[in-house]
């Protein structure tokens, strides 16, 4: 037929237009103004046609949005009296598009079936609203669209929008999966066509508003939102258009094959250190998130508004500005959040912490203020502290750091951020794009951390979540990612208050992220001099046990083909045999008494004068464990020791955590007079370190944080100070003291969990220095002061200590000596000093109720 | 025409890949595979807790060569594989009935 070679030589124009340089949308008219002539000549021409039949376009091609290879739906609509003229129009309007090889999709109804199908099919219920009229009777189809409105629409709004909200969390779901990650699906994928579309659906069915104009002026969307949806729509028309011509056929599944034609159709090309290809998917990425943030925010507003009010309308502040309601976190001051801008990321803490969702509206908030989040903001030490708790404390660690990504408060606060926001990377290995897979790996570390490892209680978890959350911060540049990212990793670390030798751990292993796993396939793990290596560069088993976390960590967050058993396996070898080479003294020995004898020159340096004879009681375990400056001090602070029964406090601040500084002559019980006093100060101890110097000399570091919310400044210091002399003159009732503090302070608060039995485990092997007494045990105030003073009634010198806390269990590391500085080795003594403690942590004391820290 | 199965200590595929590449073969097919055998797998303690991997990470490759090629190659692998030690891996020489190739339906050596 002569029209068919003329619509393909018109759609053929139309290609060449578009790639002279036609825009997306004027293609996506002209393409349905071109079927619709078509079609209006092709009725007109058919003379069965005339009376009681319309012809009308639907879906897409309704909305005169018909892209290259879009289906072509089309309604015939008839009146019952039609009907025996039906089988003559259908050929004469359907076959001639088939025979052009136009994908149609068609029905033939009357208005009464249209109505019984769009009841039953929500799919065919929303195509109705897209209707336009192209031939035929205008009256026929003016009055069906009518009855639609009044029957299926008005008075249904409610159960309109909770269909389409079912539908679109159910395709989500389905276009979520790891392979339309790596290779989106405009249409269907999150953030793609159908959310647009389903915003769009919503708002004409639901308030009458027919466009994105409307919408904003309704106030449903901001401008600033309007007008960054539109710009990603529009260039999201331009690739789907692409997509068409590039596949030659309706495709919207952005395949790996053709992204790298797609790139170069839109101009990208390769820079040093990105590939064209990956900068294009980034701008993708980046349309597709937009557009999810938008219709998000706009369907929990249309749910709200149009939603049954929901149960419990009371509403609680949580702290000045914050406030839940309905169970959502609301900002309610914005006067408060100029004020207090830190305000911002305590918002996102509470969400961690209570597990409750952020209200849209405060969302939008957050976003609207980020112009507050400045240099002075993201050096503050309360935006860190709020910011850390997210990162360790959050319940659901990836759906709050999505949303402070999504509001773009993450990437205000670290602005190093920005040049990985949805880069992707052009291979089938790394299924997410970096920001994502970077709180993914922070979440899979959370997971690792409840699951059982044989590395596992690390000290410091906030530095090795931030590292979780910078590994691959260097990425999208030329240079090697570790080393860039490590850099910048160290400037993050220091901004946000780590200490120095934090900061040099987490810039240690952003640098080393992929070391374990790289050798673990490609080297002899029977090399006995390259372990060592790897244990001289990895330096502690504290280091190897963050590395190798982290390791499993990133493989498992990076797609589907980076973790197996398999390498979890040979992952496992290689730093087993690494940490059995750093616990075992021999092996550093020689290195370390150089360590030892280079700082105590530096201490005769900074001495001087003051430089007391005799360096020798100074255990070279001491010396290694502080900077030169610090054990300077502490010979400072000897001399102002003078008698036996007293000690010196002083308190620091590192943000994150406090540290205690105990100096004191050696007395039995010591440690577990501190832990008490501490204790009863409202300090919870993390970890500790316990050195006695050869002349009796006490220096103990205690790493705490506080049982409540208080800060640095309001903590009496003095009163801890003065406390502790009294301990140690024997001059304070500790435990009948803590027994009062926690039973007035936590009464009822405590609810019983399943608990996990205590444990107490004295290993002999593991050190070959000390028995280690492993104490795990449900945490309860005092809990620690029990342990201690149990280890001093059986004459037991503590030398190191680490305190850890998983929950509500606590697991209390001891590196004992007995009375004669040896081994505990006499297994029934083992075995009465298991009992003992075994008594004190089951025991749950008169306190009555359980703390939770 | 032989196919060799070479079961290998992972870290020795890189080497054993350039060494084959250099002979000429540049097609194979390599898996990670899990190896129960005489090497059993081990129980590690490390800090008390008991670790047991109950197989040993090994890759496999597989290459089909014609049979006049077999004793070169096999005796490459050995040499690169090697290292001494107990779990350096297995060959295995297999006889092929025949070999077709998908796309072309070309068969016999035209086909490797």
Partial sequence: MVVDVELRAKRDALEYLWRQGLSGQALLHKHSQLIDDYLVCLFANCPEAAEGMSLVALGGYGRRELFPYSDIDLLLLHTPEAENRLGAVSEALFYPLWDAGLEVGHGVRTPDACLADARQDFFFQVALLDARHLAGSQPLFTSMRQAFHRELIAGHRREFLQNMMQHRNERHHRYGMHSYQLEPHIKESRGGFRDIQAMIWTSRALFGLQELRDIEE?????????????????????????????SGRKNDQLFFEYQVEMAKAFKYSDTRGTLGVERFMQDLYRHLQTVATTTDLFFEHVDETLGSPRANPVEQTIEPGITVRQERLHLTDQALIEKRPYLLMRLFSHAGKTGLEIHHRSRKIVTANLHLVDDKIRH?????????????????????????????????????????????????????????????????????????????????????????????????????????GSTLAAEVGKRLGLTEAETACLSFLVKNHLFLTVTALRRDLEDDAFLRQCAEQIQSPERLTMLYLLSIADAKATGPTAWSEWKGALLLEISLKIAHLLERKDTVLPDKRQGAEWMLDQVRALMGKAAPSDYKILPEEYLLSFPPEEVAHHLRLRAGLKNEKQAITEPTDHTLFWSVLVMAHDSTGLLAKICGTLALHGLNVVSAQIFTWEDGTVVDVLNVRPAAEQTYAEQDWQALGEDLNLAIKNRLGLSHRLVEKFRTAFRGTGQKNVQAAPRVVIDNMASEQFTIIEVFANDRPGLLYDITRTLADFELNIHRARISSDGDQVVDVFYTLDG?????????????????????????????????? | MKKIEAIIKPFKLDEVKDALNEMGIKGMTISEVKGYGRQKGHKEIYRGAEYIVDFIPKVKIEIIVEASMVEAVVTKIRETANTGKIGDGKIFVLPVEEVIRVRTGETGKEAI
């Fill in chain 1, 820 to 853: 004669f500085a040896t081994k505990i080795n006499n297994p029934s003594f083992q075995e009465e000093i298991s009992k003992a403690l075994l008594h004190v942590a089951e025991n749950e004391t008169g306190a009555g109720a359980r703390l939770q820290w």
């Fill in chain 1, 218 to 246: 309704a106030g449903l969307i901001s401008p600033q939102e309007k007008e960054a949806f539109a710009q990603a729509w529009d260039s999201l028309i331009k690739i789907r258009n692409q997509l068409h011509y590039l």
């Fill in chain 1, 380 to 484: 503050s030490k309360r935006m860190a502290k709020a910011f850390f708790d997210v990162l360790e404390n959050a319940k659901d660690v990836l759906a709050v750091l999505s949303v402070m990504l999504d509001t773009g408060l993450l990437t205000a606060y670290l602005p190093e951020f920005e040049q990985i926001r949805a880069l992707a990377q052009h291979d089938v290995y790394h299924v997410f794009t970096v920001d994502r897979h970077l709180l993914q790996t922070v979440a899979e570390l959370k997971k690792l951390s409840l699951s059982k490892t044989p590395f596992a209680g690390v000290e410091s978890p906030h530095v090795l979540a931030l590292a979780a959350l910078l590994h691959d911060i260097g990425k999208g540049h030329h240079e090697d990612h570790a080393q860039r």
